[in-house]
Nanobody
């Protein structure tokens, strides 16, 4: 399973670092990413990290304000977001899939329970 942590309430312009730990799920074996479910909006894959070369992809909405990294020793995936906006408010889900395409389409095979991020 995937377990998220690090959500909370942040003022606009602030920063937040989330964490996703795999249990019985080796994150380096999969394409990993973060899905955001904002109120009244479609689910959006905001960041992806490749399983092979560690390359990253960001949605336009967070590009330039977000980074995603992976700690293989801790079996965790770590997104960091800076210059947060109220539009970043939502539930953030850690997600993984063997297919990068499925992840980018927001249809991961595995995801966590989510963590709430509120920006005001």
């Amino acid at each position: 399973q995937l377990v998220e942590s690090g959500g909370g309430s942040v003022q606009a312009g602030g920063s937040l670092t989330l964490s996703c730990k795999g249990t019985g799920y080796t994150v380096s074996y999969y394409y990993m990413g973060w899905l955001r479910q904002a109120p009244g909006m479609q689910r959006e894959m905001v960041a992806v990290i490749n399983r092979d070369d560690g390359g990253t992809h960001y949605a336009d909405s967070v590009n330039g304000r977000s980074t995603i990294s992976r700690n293989d020793g801790e079996n965790t995936v770590i997104p960091q977001m800076n210059n947060l906006k109220p539009s970043d408010t939502g539930i953030y889900y850690c997600a993984g899939d063997a297919s990068r395409w499925s992840l980018l389409q927001g249809r991961p095979g595995r995801w966590g329970q989510g963590t709430q991020v509120t920006v005001s």
